[in-house]
Structure formats: C-alpha cells, structure tokens
C-alpha cells in the first residue's frame, strides 16, 4: 500500500533519513516510535509530499508519489487525512468551520450535510460541544482531537497520525486509540501513527517501526517488538518501563 524503497533526505545539510525501505499493507496500524529528531515526521511528510525523497522513491499503491504530476498528486493526496503533530488549525475559523473544511474543498455536500457530518465527527472525538468555539478557547488536548475529526470527515482510506495522543490525558489517550482501533476493524482504514507512547503502540499496532537517526533499526508485530535484541529498541523500552512480556515494569530504583 505504502512502499519505501531506499529513501533519503538531507535537511538543513543533515542526513535524516538515511536510505529507509519498508512496506505498509492495506488495512494495517503502521507505528513509527523513535526519538525526538529521529525522522518519524519528516517520514510521514513525504508520504504526502509535503517532502520529496534526495534519493529514492515514495509509492502509495501503484502510485509513485515522489515523481507524480499536479493533478495525479492531489488524486494521491485525496485518499489521505493528516493529523499533523501541531493539530494546524486556522484560528480565525470555529472548530466546525475547521472540521468541514476538507469537506467544503472536495465534495457537493449541502451546508446542511456537512454540518451534519461535522456534529457526528466531533461526536466520535467526544467534543460534541465545541462546534462553535475557535481554537483560541481550547486547551491543547482538545485542539489536538478538533485535528483528529477534520483528518477523518472525508472518510479517507489512509489515515497518519503525528503523535495523536501526545497532550492528551490518558483517559482520552485510550478513546483516541480506540478510535484508530475501530476506524481499522470497521472501515478498514490503514493508519499510520507516529508516537511517543508506547503503550498506545502496543495496543493498536499491527507492526511497530522504529526510527533512530533516520535509520529504521527495528520492524516487528508487538509481541516480537518487546523482545527485539536491538539496544536502540530495549533503550526505548525500558525508558517506559516496558518489560519483554509487553507489560508495565518495575519503576528504577531510587539513588
Ligand atoms: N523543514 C525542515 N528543515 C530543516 N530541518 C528539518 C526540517 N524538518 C525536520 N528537520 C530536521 O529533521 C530531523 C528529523 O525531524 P522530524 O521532525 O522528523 O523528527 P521527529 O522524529 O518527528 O521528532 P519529534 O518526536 O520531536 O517530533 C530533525 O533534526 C529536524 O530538525
Ligand atoms: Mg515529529
């Protein structure tokens, strides 16, 4: 479905991605975990071409979305919703103004129909209520699921998610995965989720990458990830007192 193959990308005169290849498949919860820096959202970027590879190529099916023209690209692009790390709202819109944009921008939806659709998105982020709040009078876990709803209204087969629970308790961390969790078993949606939170990859993921320095040192199902030999991938673990069995661990001692 999504095919990396030998990507590389220089920024600001740094490799930060540095020759990645991996395959995403229809239908699955592709986690990408990794350090702050490590190339997870610059990643994601370029499977919309919000970023072009140095080297290598970026296909979305039999689409190569690295090389393609204008109007193939925005066809490419269609099949997309994108939760980006900083929710991206426009402040001078109400959050149902924010929600029904990609709406008003690709569909001959009535006012009244995406009104409709927008109450039930907002629904299924549980902020029913805030239709007619701006972005300014939100705290940030709510602005965060305001980017959610908008990255879901058009029913997109392939969803990415930078960091979708990070700033959110973790209550609502859980209905966020949730969420991802019944958008794939339901609609069959393939997501792709960048995160911090471990065990959020772990409950939602089908497969768990991880980027360090913009290499991928580690693809594996969850219950293989927590066993990886990688010291990049046990450092990482650890950190979140993850023990090889997948569960929480002992907190480190006192000194
Ligand atoms: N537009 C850009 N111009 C220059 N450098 C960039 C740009 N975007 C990202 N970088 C650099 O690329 C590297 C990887 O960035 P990226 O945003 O992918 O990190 P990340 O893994 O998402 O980290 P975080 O967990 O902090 O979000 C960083 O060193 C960053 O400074
Ligand atoms: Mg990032």
């Known amino acids: 479905m999504i095919r990396f193959e030998k990507v590389s990308k220089r920024l600001s005169g740094r490799v930060v991605l540095d020759e990645i290849s991996f395959e995403i498949e229809a239908g699955e919860t592709f986690v990408i975990v990794g350090a702050s820096g490590a190339g997870k959202s610059v990643s994601l970027k370029h499977m919309v071409r919000l970023l072009t590879p140095d080297t290598g190529a ?3 099916g039999d689409e190569c979305v690295s090389r393609a023209r204008s109007t ?3 066809r490419i692009r269609e099949r997309f919703g994108f939760l980006f790390q900083s929710a991206a709202l426009l402040q001078w819109l109400s959050v149902g103004d924010n929600v029904g944009l990609p709406l008003r921008m690709k569909s ?4 009244t129909e995406i ?3 927008v109450h039930e998105g907002l629904a299924m982020v549980n902020l029913e209520d805030a239709f007619t709040k701006f972005p300014g009078e939100l705290s940030g876990g709510m602005r965060k699921r ?3 709803a908008r990255a879901i209204i058009t029913d997109p087969e392939i969803i990415l998610y930078d960091e979708p629970t990070s700033g959110l308790d973790p209550v609502t ?5 949730r969420l991802i969790n019944r958008l794939r078993s339901e609609l069959g949606v393939t997501s792709v989720v960048v995160t911090h939170d471990l065990h959020s990859a772990l409950a939602i993921g ?3 990458a991880m980027l360090h320095e913009g290499k991928m040192v580690e693809i594996a199902a969850p219950q293989m ?3 990886s030999k990688n010291e990049f991938v046990q450092g990482f673990l650890e950190a979140q007192y993850i023990t090889t069995q997948g569960h929480w661990g002992k907190t480190p001692e006192a000194s």
Not at 108 to 111: N, R, V
Not at 173 to 177: C, E, G, K, L, N
Request: aromatic share 8%; proline share 0%; glycine share 8%.
């Open 115 to 117: 009104d409709e659709r």
């Open 146 to 148: 305001v980017g959610l």
């Open 206 to 208: 089908s497969r768990i």
């Open 108 to 111: 001959g939806l009535s006012d």
């Open 225 to 227: 990830f927590v066993q």
């Open 173 to 177: 961390s859980r209905t966020i995965d």
């Open 72 to 74: 193939r690209l925005d």
């Open 58 to 60: 970026v296909w979305v």
